[in-house]
């Protein structure tokens, strides 16, 4: 009799472990399924650390909004810079969807590809603040109806040309922080400046995205807004 409990204690324990360990298993592949294109911080936060006075630390010296041509080709080629790009998002009543704004290059790096709209971050700026300037130059909007909502992710972007290419130095790097933008008025007009040739308006489905072969950049900042909220796309 001791036996037979001994066998059937025995079963029961490898049985539970078994299932223990499935159900671990299950866990860990979802959480890593999840977790795929997971990233984006919380909503109002642009990950902004101030140590010191928040006013003088934040306030852009005009030395810092335009360095000469040499000076900034120097830096482009032999630094990292930051750039803050934008998924400026605005609702289209017509197709009732949320839609953002893609804009085609006008030079290196990446020129004639469909890209978000964006540039250098200036010393002082945070990176909301720096989504609203380049959203206001690239665009032509008012920076009233510019609303940033949170920082989507930040990329490290390696270029082998750039603007600023010798014939002994050519490339880039930089790193993006990704920040959500939403339009409080769907009416604004798009003005670009010289950066773009072109802009057009696409859903945020980054399925839909994916069909239509944008570039690996644009799915990213959309794989990251789905998983941050997949209901955004219809509020």
């Given at each position: 009799i001791?036996?037979?409990?001994s066998?059937k204690a025995?079963?029961?324990s490898?049985?539970?472990?078994?299932?223990?360990?499935s159900l671990i298993?299950?866990l860990f592949?979802?959480r890593?399924?999840d977790?795929?294109?997971?990233?984006?911080t919380?909503?109002?936060?642009?990950?902004?650390l101030f140590?010191?006075?928040?006013?003088?630390?934040t306030?852009i010296?005009?030395?810092a909004?335009?360095?000469p041509n040499d000076?900034y080709?120097?830096?482009v080629?032999d630094c990292?810079?930051v750039?803050c790009d934008?998924?400026l998002?605005?609702?289209?009543s017509?197709?009732g969807?949320?839609?953002?704004?893609?804009?085609?290059?006008?030079?290196?790096p990446?020129?004639?590809?469909?890209?978000?709209?964006?540039?250098?971050?200036l010393?002082?700026?945070?990176f909301?603040?720096a989504?609203?300037?380049?959203a206001?130059?690239?665009t032509?909007?008012?920076?009233?109806?510019?609303?940033?909502?949170q920082?989507?992710?930040v990329?490290n972007?390696f270029?082998?040309?750039?603007?600023w290419d010798?014939?002994?130095?050519?490339?880039?790097?930089?790193?993006?922080p990704?920040?959500?933008v939403?339009?409080?008025?769907?009416?604004a007009?798009?003005k670009l400046?010289a950066?773009?040739?072109?802009f057009r308006?696409?859903?945020?489905c980054?399925?839909e995205?994916?069909?239509?072969?944008e570039?690996?950049y644009?799915l990213?900042a959309l794989?990251?807004?789905?998983?941050w909220?997949?209901?955004y796309?219809?509020k």
């Amino acid at each position: 009799i001791f036996t037979i409990m001994s066998s059937k204690a025995c079963i029961a324990s490898f049985t539970a472990g078994v299932v223990v360990t499935s159900l671990i298993s299950v866990l860990f592949l979802r959480r890593k399924k999840d977790r795929t294109h997971a990233g984006a911080t919380a909503e109002g936060r642009d990950l902004s650390l101030f140590y010191g006075d928040k006013t003088s630390l934040t306030t852009i010296k005009p030395s810092a909004k335009f360095l000469p041509n040499d000076m900034y080709g120097k830096l482009v080629r032999d630094c990292i810079v930051v750039c803050c790009d934008i998924v400026l998002v605005r609702y289209n009543s017509t197709l009732g969807r949320k839609e953002c704004l893609l804009v085609e290059r006008a030079s290196e790096p990446v020129k004639g590809v469909w890209w978000w709209p964006g540039g250098r971050v200036l010393k002082g700026e945070t990176f909301f603040d720096a989504a609203k300037r380049k959203a206001k130059q690239e665009t032509g909007m008012d920076e009233d109806i510019i609303q940033p909502i949170q920082v989507l992710g930040v990329w490290n972007t390696f270029f082998p040309t750039s603007h600023w290419d010798t014939e002994t130095e050519k490339g880039t790097q930089t790193v993006n922080p990704i920040v959500l933008v939403e339009l409080v008025s769907a009416d604004a007009n798009v003005k670009l400046d010289a950066t773009s040739e072109n802009f057009r308006w696409i859903g945020l489905c980054p399925d839909e995205a994916k069909a239509n072969n944008e570039d690996e950049y644009v799915l990213e900042a959309l794989y990251r807004l789905r998983e941050w909220d997949p209901s955004y796309y219809s509020k």
